[in-house]
């Protein structure tokens, strides 16, 4: 089944994203541990598997519309070298791929590529709902202090 160009490209886009979240996701969460910040770290790393099985779901779905998967492209990490400056970052990559799945989903819209829509409605929900933890993250290190909030990132919650 093809596709069009416009299509494939924003799909394209969105799995630049993923695999950049991939990697994003999965450095934060090893720095996590590796700080000992156990709670951190899990959540983290979850993310970072999450968006592995959406980038699988966004590569075939690519290669059904007979586009090609570009899986070269990554965009620029950003890492902080501080817990609250990694979730800060966080904040600001989630609002940024929100903004660009939104996009994507007009698009798709447009061109009445619902099963494509579907997709990335679906990437969208889990996007919105994780800006929505690390949004809480933040109005909890305001909240308690950052001391506080990382002492109770320590252990695993069970």
Same mark, same amino acid.
């Given at each position: 089944?093809?596709?069009?160009?416009d299509?494939?490209?924003?799909? +394209? @886009?969105?799995?630049?994203?993923?695999?950049?979240s991939? +990697? /994003?996701?999965?450095? /934060?969460?090893?720095?996590?541990?590796?700080? @000992?910040?156990?709670?951190?770290?899990?959540?983290?790393?979850?993310? !970072?598997?999450? %968006?592995?099985?959406?980038?699988?779901?966004?590569?075939?779905?690519?290669?059904?519309?007979? @586009?090609?998967p570009?899986?070269?492209?990554? !965009?620029?990490?950003?890492?902080?070298?501080?817990?609250? &400056?990694?979730?800060?970052?966080?904040?600001?990559?989630? /609002? &940024?791929?929100? %903004?660009q799945?939104?996009?994507?989903?007009?698009?798709?819209?447009?061109?009445?590529d619902?099963? !494509?829509?579907?997709?990335?409605?679906?990437?969208l929900?889990?996007?919105? %709902?994780?800006?929505?933890?690390?949004?809480?993250?933040? /109005?909890?290190? %305001?909240?308690i @202090?950052?001391?506080?909030?990382?002492? !109770?990132?320590?252990?695993?919650?069970?």
């Open positions: 089944m093809k596709s069009t160009s299509i494939l490209d924003a799909l +394209n @886009g969105v799995l630049t994203t993923e695999l950049t991939i +990697n /994003h996701y999965f450095l /934060h969460a090893r720095m996590f541990r590796n700080w @000992g910040f156990e709670n951190l770290d899990k959540v983290a790393y979850k993310k !970072s598997i999450k %968006d592995m099985k959406q980038a699988d779901e966004l590569i075939e779905r690519i290669l059904m519309l007979e @586009g090609l570009n899986l070269q492209r990554l !965009s620029p990490l950003k890492v902080g070298e501080q817990p609250k &400056e990694m979730i800060t970052l966080d904040e600001t990559f989630q /609002h &940024e791929q929100i %903004d799945l939104k996009s994507a989903i007009a698009l798709c819209e447009e061109k009445k619902f099963v !494509s829509r579907g997709i990335l409605s679906e990437i929900e889990y996007e919105e %709902d994780y800006l929505d933890f690390v949004e809480t993250q933040l /109005h909890q290190i %305001d909240a @202090g950052i001391e506080n909030y990382l002492q !109770s990132q320590l252990e695993e919650d069970e």
